[in-house]
């Protein structure tokens, strides 16, 4: 991932339209742990703080930390042998305690202005940045087994340029104000929803799951946050940093359990206002349904927002240049064991390229190393649990005994001592085999390929072949071929990628979201995202108002 640092706030900062310097963000550099560098030595000793102990993970329900009689063991995907963390499970009356809480903190934290609370986020970020990266970074390595870059680009970055692009992107959004008349004074206040936010969070990025709780707080909501179960170390790591940045209790509610059972009573709530969801897309689906159903309690609509699943793809001309597609397809199918929403998952190869891509593909290949993500010459770790593991195992060795497909790489996946699945290469016969339409999340990477003159109909082939339209790429040296392939392919990606993977959005610079049946696009990274959360009141005061009813046609002649 390219990252570009900008200055934090220029000279002569823009303005707002009543005068008041505007927060200008800029995007986190990303640390390169090479040998002998400080942040190296210095994550390596978290690492260790972090590794030789079992941490219990309470909920937080109005500020205080709560445990329950019931709790779930976090183990290092790596190292399932190691209980990293136990965390407590909200049932009925935890998420019923939640929802009080919101409820109380909800009318002080709406009247808080927006220069306040956004100096809570922007205090979170430096903090993120500073004392509390490589905590955050360790637990994200340890309990999600991310390799120390992957955690960096996400637990450190990612959640800082969250924490200080969202800022920026709500105060564009409080500027954009109405034209006023003479005599009229027009305004546009942008209130937060009435009701708590359901923030619906995944185990792959700690980013994801710190924003979808902040995003609709910062914007004046209070937030109960469902983290996901084996990403709750991290994720409570992070409550904890925000409340030392000064959030008041109850704004955020941290509430891991059983989803059912929160889910249901979250759902059933006439407060519910929203829902922030990041997550597969039958659970999405489920969500909905429920909420569709519970329709007629609410006191107001409720804004739903997902982002869900995926079958991303690179497409390459024959134009292509080979070493960067390989690359390519190597970083976007197999980093983070193809656990990112946007990772690359089925590609399209012209015949006239494929022997070369395929040997120097293999040969990539099979110089990666994967293992304990503690060991910082490793390319991969674990996939993140046992049915993950289950799910890849059966997916691969059907793949095997597939006569409609061909495996190109020998290793197998191993669970003796953490959940490894290799990176895996598949060559598809069929660009509707199952492999090249169903998402499997993990690090398997179909291809098919075409016959070098059918390109116009292989670009139809992509973008009708699967439910999806969340990332995709094309390689191509050939401009014309670029112009066919966007304007083929403008419908099958929320993110679309020239000549580079189709992984590693950054925020505020590839706002990121997916259509069709991988979400509702609403852009995480952008002020897309935080219009959703806000319910805009027009107000209109007449400074003179008129004091006779007659029109100038009354008068007569």
């Known amino acids: 991932m ?6 934090g706030a220029s000279a002569t900062p823009a303005r707002t339209q009543w005068g008041q310097p505007r927060y200008a963000a800029h995007n986190e550099p990303v640390l390169g742990y090479a040998p002998g560098s400080a942040e190296r030595a210095a994550l390596a000793t978290e690492l260790r703080t972090q590794g030789e102990r079992t941490v219990d993970v309470p909920l937080v329900i109005a500020g205080r930390a709560v445990m329950t009689s019931t709790q779930a063991d976090v183990v290092c995907p790596h190292d399932h042998a190691y209980v990293l963390a136990r965390t407590a499970q909200a049932g009925q009356a935890e998420a019923q305690a939640a929802i009080a809480a919101s409820q109380a903190a909800a009318a002080d934290w709406a009247s808080w202005p927006l220069e306040a609370r956004s100096r809570i986020f922007l205090k979170a970020a430096e903090l993120l940045a500073g004392p509390w990266r490589q905590r955050l970074n360790a637990a994200t390595m340890l309990g999600q087994s991310k390799t120390a ?20 992107f709500a105060q564009e959004i409080a500027a954009q104000q109405p034209l006023s008349s003479v005599g009229v004074r027009n305004s546009t206040d942008h209130r937060p929803l009435e009701g708590f936010v359901y923030a619906v969070t995944p185990f792959n990025f700690t980013a994801i799951g710190g924003n979808l709780a902040i995003a609709p707080a910062l914007m004046g909501n209070t937030v109960i946050w469902k983290p996901s179960a084996t990403a709750s170390l991290s994720n409570y790591l992070f409550m904890e940093l925000l409340h030392e940045a000064g959030l008041p209790p109850g704004v955020i509610n ?3 359990g059983d989803a059912q059972a929160i889910s249901a009573e979250l759902l059933a709530c006439p407060h519910l206002a929203g829902i922030h969801f990041t997550g597969s897309t039958a659970v999405f689906d489920q969500l909905w349904l429920q909420t569709a159903q519970n329709l007629p309690t609410y006191r107001a609509y409720p804004r739903l927002v997902g982002e869900t699943g995926g079958k991303d793809f690179v497409v390459a001309h024959a134009s292509a240049d080979v070493d960067a597609l390989c690359v390519a397809l190597l970083r976007g199918a197999y980093e983070y064991q193809g656990q990112k929403c946007s990772a ?14 395929k040997a120097q593909l293999l040969d ?3 110089t990666l190393r994967m293992g304990d993500v503690t060991d910082f010459g490793n390319f991969m770790g674990a996939v993140i649990d046992r049915r993950a593991f289950t799910r890849l195992s059966r997916a691969i060795a059907a793949a095997r005994d597939d006569s409609g497909a061909q495996v190109l790489t020998a290793a197998n996946p191993d669970d003796r001592v953490g959940y490894f699945v290799p990176p895996t290469l598949v060559e598809v016969a069929d ?12 690090p398997v990477l179909a291809v098919h390929v075409y016959a070098d003159a059918t390109w116009p109909e292989l670009l139809k082939t992509v973008d009708t072949s699967t439910a999806y339209a969340l990332t995709g790429a094309v390689f191509a040296q050939d401009r014309a071929a670029l112009a066919e392939a966007d304007a083929g392919l403008r419908n099958a990606a929320g993110n679309f990628y020239v ?3 189709p992984t590693g959005a950054v925020v505020g610079q590839q706002p990121f979201g997916g259509a069709r049946r991988s ?3 609403d852009k995480a990274g952008s002020a897309l995202n935080l219009l959703r959360w806000v319910s805009p009141r027009t107000v209109k005061e007449t400074l003179v108002p008129p004091t006779d009813h007659r029109y100038p046609h009354m008068a007569s002649a």
């Open 2 to 7: 390219n990252r570009i640092q900008e200055a």
């Open 149 to 168: 870059v992957q955690a960096e680009i996400d637990s450190a970055c990612e959640l800082i340029d969250f924490l200080r692009f969202n800022v920026q």
């Open 254 to 256: 941290f509430l891991p």
């Open 344 to 357: 690359a998952s089925r590609a399209y190869i012209p015949a006239s390229l494929w022997p070369l891509v």
């Open 364 to 366: 990539l290949i099979a």
């Open 431 to 442: 660009p509707t085999h199952a492999l090249m339409t169903d998402e499997l999340f993990g």
């Open 499 to 501: 000549n580079d993977k």
């Open 519 to 521: 979400g509702t696009n």
